[in-house]
């Protein structure tokens, strides 16, 4: 079955940075697209970033556009999420997922999760 494994979160202080890693197994990972989202407590879960199938394209939400950087290792069967500059409104649960589509920012359009890693940035 397919599994995706979030790791690298933390706490950390404002303008820190953090590395987030998804692990995934049971298909081709270079088929999929691979997505970011996050989600803070009484708020929907929203887009963060996308890469296509070979990486070599990306989006972001605007929110994030010049401090995070999605990458993926399709030889490692593993994406990355490098975080800079960090805010205090970062703070959320942060979710990897696979989606058959473009660089889709519906988190319908996806069709795996991983159980998601927490990121506190205190300020």
């Known amino acids: 079955q397919v599994q995706l494994v979030e790791s690298g979160g933390g706490l950390v202080q404002a303008g820190g940075s953090l590395r987030l890693s998804c692990a995934a197994s049971?298909?081709?990972?270079?088929?999929?697209?691979m997505g970011w989202f996050r989600q803070a407590p009484g708020n929907e879960r929203e887009f963060v970033a996308a890469n296509s199938r070979s990486g070599g394209s990306t989006d972001y939400a605007d929110s994030v556009k010049g401090r995070f950087t999605i990458t993926r290792d399709n030889a490692k069967n593993t994406g990355y999420l490098q975080m800079n500059s960090l805010k205090p409104e970062d703070t959320a649960v942060y979710y990897c997922?696979?989606?058959?589509?473009?660089?889709?920012?519906?988190?319908?359009?996806?069709?795996?999760w991983g159980q998601g890693t927490q990121v506190t940035v205190s300020s």
């Open positions: 049971g298909r081709t990972f270079r088929n999929y697209v």
């Open positions: 997922a696979q989606g058959g589509g473009w660089l889709e920012k519906s988190s319908s359009e996806y069709d795996y």
